[in-house]
């Protein structure tokens, strides 16, 4: 028995101000490639089953073109007669009865199996039978459904789990609307062949569990992310379950910290071998505010010229204290607005105060002083 297991696709997910030769999102157009990447290696590996743990979609309302686009790699599958079974994850689950679950676009599909409609759905095959939970907004719920499952278990056929959810605090993503699954009801995993998991988007194994698996993510949703297993599971269960993670080519992310003081040196050392295409974080670190000033973005960012982005932090070091302050302003009129913001809370005096204060400033670029 042959299976691929892969979640968090987040189709539709954009990010940075980039746009490619064709005029969508260069990250939006990341996380396409990377879906449909990984559906090449399925048609090649041709596996028995194929398992998506939740959150196809990175919204419950997805655009025309993350929809369209779900569709058309999805009947690839379909085409091939692989069966695929697909759950609701968090992000792509109604927060609303008013709201149709997207998932039910492949209703239609004969090779797809869907479990997005606030109950759990057993999809039983001739030696195997899936049992899938898809996010639902009610834990109450949820708990009846789990019995539900319990009490359905055919122990003559090999049981695959399907759930969305945080197993133990070390995988919470801190999300609205997650789900921890219930620490007494993990004597359940024992009683499955595998459990296939989606939420955290790192490939892991729980350790207390040689049968409990999370496939992660497909791409990186967040510049804190910079693991680098992204891919699929590729399984196979027999006498003794057989797990192996795939990792698939991913456009780089490098990270560099430069000490502001001695920046010409440090620039000039980096290794930019990898920079090509690449999206790059570079941190300056030991500024103070007049040094901050002095140093002009577009100057680094002429060192990355073949990156598809540049983002530039700040990490200021205020005097009085000694702590590090992060920011990634510009100039000094940015770094001011960037205070009146995070001091103010009533909106219309923030508002009175920056446009007095980009008063202020517009007198100082015109004339070069104030008054």
């Excluded at 929809?67 to 379909?78: K, W």
């Excluded at 959810?165 to 699954?181: D, K």
């Excluded at 891919?231 to 027999?238: H, N």
């Amino acid at each position: 028995m042959r299976i691929i297991h892969f979640s968090d696709t987040h189709l539709g997910f954009s990010d940075l101000d980039v746009v490619n030769s064709d005029g969508i999102n260069m990250r939006e157009a990341d996380f396409y490639k990377a879906f449909s990447d990984i559906i090449d290696a399925i048609l090649k590996e041709k596996p028995d089953f194929v398992i998506h743990s939740g959150d196809l979609f990175h919204r419950a309302s997805p655009t025309n073109r993350a929809i369209t686009f779900a569709l058309s790699q999805i009947a690839r599958l379909d085409s091939a007669k692989i069966p695929l079974i697909l759950i609701a994850g968090n992000h792509e689950a109604p927060k609303s009865k008013a709201l149709a679950p997207i998932l039910k676009i492949f209703d239609s599909f004969k090779n797809v199996y869907v479990a997005y409609n606030q109950n759990a759905e057993i999809f039983e095959f001739k030696d195997i039978n899936f049992y899938a939970l898809p996010h639902i907004n009610s834990e109450e719920k949820i708990l009846k459904e789990l019995e539900r499952i319990e009490n359905s278990l055919d122990l003559d056929k090999k049981r695959v789990l399907i759930m969305h959810a945080t197993v133990g605090a070390h995988y919470l993503m801190h999300e609205f609307g997650e789900w921890v699954y219930p620490k007494d009801k993990e004597y359940l995993f024992g009683m499955f062949d595998y459990v296939a998991l989606g939420h955290w988007h790192g490939f892991s194994g729980l350790k207390k569990f040689n049968n409990v698996y999370y496939a992660g993510s497909s791409e990186r949703t967040s510049s804190s992310d910079i693991r680098s297993n992204k891919g699929y599971i590729s399984l196979k269960i027999e006498n003794k379950l057989s797990v192996k993670h795939q990792a698939i080519n991913l456009r780089k992310f490098l990270q560099f910290k430069i000490d502001a003081t001695k920046l010409e040196s440090q620039l000039k050392e980096l290794d930019l071998s990898e920079v090509d295409g690449a999206i790059v974080e570079v941190t300056l670190r030991n500024l103070d505010i007049n040094l901050s000033i002095e140093i002009d973005n577009s100057y680094i960012e002429s060192f990355f010229e073949n990156a598809s982005f540049v983002k530039i932090k700040r990490e200021l070091i205020q005097s009085s204290s000694g702590s590090i302050e992060n920011v990634e302003a510009l100039t000094l009129q940015e770094y001011f607005l960037e205070h009146i913001d995070s001091q103010i809370e009533d909106k219309e005096q923030k508002q009175r105060v920056m446009s007095k204060a980009k008063e202020l400033f517009s007198i100082v670029d015109v004339e070069g002083e104030l008054g």
